[in-house]
């Protein structure tokens, strides 16, 4: 059975930091992995996705990596922002369309 | 491209009530999905529709929970009678393919 863990569970840092959100799974058996926001209140947004067969995704100050072999990505947010506060999920793609997620990274950038 | 739609966006009822929460997928969308999220949790799968046919539902109460997807299109998922730990979103999502795109969500409070 496919199990999603994302580390840290919270996290607090000053305007301008880079950091690295963690997640890992289980079953390296999957389609593709994604990285969603979720604001307080709101449904989800998709940040990332990648492919099974890829490495990494970026989308401005959002890079994604992912290594199958070792069940791990990363979420790296370059020079952070107030307005990245919020909580962020993974979630793999498992056979034959299953989306399973972790629990979360929640995120807070003071000024 | 008009997203996902849900309503209503909250609903407070009394435990025992019945709820109906509605969703309409992206124009084309040929899957439907209906997640529970927690509080402090990832959504979880409740059902899966593929056209008008049930791909999942290895995870719904079906003593209390149904869901339908008349004509292929909209959605409806029903609670009855609801209890207290049935507080959570309810968040609905479709896809062509392997990319989920998620609706806003329903928030439901059960006193």
Redesign the interface.
């Known amino acids: 059975k496919q199990e999603?863990t994302q580390i840290p569970a919270a996290l607090s840092v000053p305007e301008g930091e880079n950091l690295v959100l963690n997640c890992s799974f289980t079953d390296s058996a999957i389609?593709?992995l994604?990285w969603?926001r979720q604001d307080p209140?709101?449904?989800?947004?998709?940040l990332l996705?990648i492919q099974s067969s890829q490495r990494e995704q970026t989308s401005g100050r959002l890079n994604a990596s992912l290594d199958k072999s070792s069940g791990r990505s990363t979420l790296y947010i370059a020079a952070s922002q107030p307005g990245d506060s919020a909580t962020y999920?993974c979630?793999v793609?498992d056979p034959p369309?299953?989306?399973i997620?972790?629990?979360?990274t929640r995120l807070q950038v003071f000024p | 491209e008009a997203g996902v739609a849900q309503s209503p966006r909250y609903k407070i009822i009394e435990k025992r009530q019945s709820v109906a929460f509605w969703c309409n997928p992206i124009s084309g969308h040929a899957t439907l999905y209906w997640y529970q999220q927690i509080l402090g949790q990832g959504p979880k799968l409740l059902i899966q529709f593929q056209n008008n046919g049930v791909v999942d539902d290895s995870q719904l109460p079906k003593d209390r929970f149904s869901a339908e997807r008349l004509k292929g299109v909209d959605s409806t998922l029903k609670i009855q009678p609801a209890k207290l730990e049935d507080s959570a979103v309810y968040l609905c999502a479709s896809s062509t393919h392997y990319e989920q795109y998620f609706g806003p969500g329903t928030r439901l409070t059960v006193t």
């Open positions: 999603v389609y593709n994604q969603f209140g709101k449904g989800l947004t998709s996705l999920l979630a793609l369309n299953k989306l997620f972790g629990t979360g």
